[in-house]
């Protein structure tokens, strides 16, 4: 399903999320040309992964070089207008793993995500948005790790309660959360 079809598509359940989507479909109508892509420095579309185990009680996190926290996985659509297969590629490139299956083809979650100005590669990343949609998706425990490390510098399975220390920025370990909730809402 195209991008901005599954956004339409998305039942907000919140006020943060309804008001989220409004602006995301309001980006997409306002940069049609160039809403996929980095070229769009005011913002653009990303899709990202929270990894799960089988019974959802934990979480594959990897610790991100430029904001030196335990994350999820994901990456810039970069053209590519299926947000799912983007969530499921930069997850395995990230990770390593490669056995990872959706919980659903559903977004479990749709934010707008700030970034701060940064530097990456040797040149300066003005201060943007990500128009994020996010899946969770299931991995084997099992699975050899392997991080990506001109992004992160590890890869690692935490517990709930694990992860709620690991990660140290608030604003998306609610995003987590939700996931996690709306994941184990689905079984």
């Not at 998305?10 to 943060?16: I, L, R």
């Not at 994901?74 to 990770?95: I, M, N, Q, S």
């Not at 300066?124 to 128009?131: D, E, I, M, N």
């Amino acid at each position: 399903m195209e991008y901005r079809e599954q956004i339409e598509r998305f039942v907000p359940s919140c006020e943060q999320e309804q008001k989220d989507r409004r602006l995301i479909l309001d980006y997409i109508r306002l940069f049609p040309d160039d809403i996929l892509t980095r070229a769009n420095e005011i913002a653009h579309i990303t899709a990202s992964g929270l990894i799960l185990n089988e019974s959802l009680d934990r979480v594959l996190l990897i610790h991100h070089n430029i904001y030196n926290t335990w994350a999820w996985t994901g990456g810039h659509a970069d053209g590519d207008r299926d947000l799912l297969a983007v969530a499921l590629k930069e997850a395995r490139e990230e990770t390593g793993v490669a056995d990872l299956r959706p919980l659903t083809g559903e977004m479990l979650s749709l934010d707008i995500c700030p970034v701060f100005g940064h530097m990456k590669r040797g040149r300066y990343v003005c201060a943007h948005q990500h128009l994020n949609s996010s899946y969770v998706l299931i991995a084997p425990e099992n699975a050899a790790l392997t991080a990506k490390p001109d992004e992160n510098s590890g890869v690692q399975w935490f517990s709930l309660e694990e992860m709620q220390t690991a990660v140290n920025e608030p604003y998306f370990l609610e995003i987590y959360l939700k996931m996690i909730r709306r994941a184990r809402a689905l079984r």
